[in-house]
């Protein structure tokens, strides 16, 4: 694990964290049944994480890179807060905005102007707030002519748009995204790396986990490579990068 000088802000401790799922083998009454008969399991322990520690400082670029069921996703998850590890300790300084579900967070039957208030509201905003940073928002959101119509008829790559729009207009702390630049057309995409960088920048932390490895080699400066829930390696993006491509 990468330790951070007494001299560094910590901005996130994770501290020996292991995260468990139930895994269920049967999904009607008559599958459980036959299973109980035949004295089968009905369900498997799946370790996701399995003592992972790492702390980020303030103003970090952190890519979380593995492959399919390496545990990254459910790490930036415990990160956002969705989820509580079993055992050990996750911390964060500062307000977190995650980007984590495409839509997590808006309501289908209410609009895209409603639902801005809402997600800010979930991610700390004020309405003050909000209302001051609301063309903003809308503008970078290019939908301006849908704002009004409930979300439910929007597409994928509209809810991103929306959706990554006002997490970037909060007072963010720690920014935290979720393979969320993977839908959306290419022009927004690239509009959505600069806003990136302009937070990075501007010292806020960032934690991606994307597919795209040359992507996030040039985004992030630092690679936290997991597999089987476990930490493989902690270093330079280029060579976490490269040891998963090996």
Known sequence: MRRISEREARSIVVEDVHKDFKLRHTHSIKETFVAAVRRKPLTTDFHALDGISF?????????????????????????????????????????????????AG??????????????????????????ARYDDIVAFSEIEKFIDTEVKHYSSGMFLRLAFSVAIHTEVDILLID??????????????????????DAGKTLV??????????????RGILLRDGKVAFDGASDEAVAMMRR
């Open 208 to 221: 991606v986990v994307s597919h795209d490895l040359d992507m996030v080699s040039k985004l992030c400066d």
């Open 55 to 103: 702390e980020i400082t303030e103003g970090e670029s952190v890519a979380l890179l593995g492959f399919n069921g390496s545990g990254k996703s459910t790490t930036l998850k415990l990160l956002s807060g969705v989820l509580q590890p079993d055992r050990g300790s996750v911390l964060t300084r500062g307000r977190v905005a995650g980007l984590i579900e495409v839509g």
């Open 179 to 200: 393979e969320i630049l993977s839908v959306g057309d290419e022009p927004f995409q690239k509009k959505c790396l600069a806003r990136i960088r302009e937070l990075h």
């Open 106 to 131: 808006f309501h289908p039957d209410l609009s895209g102007r409603e639902n801005i208030f809402l997600n800010a509201a979930i991610l700390g905003m004020s309405k003050a707030e909000t209302e």
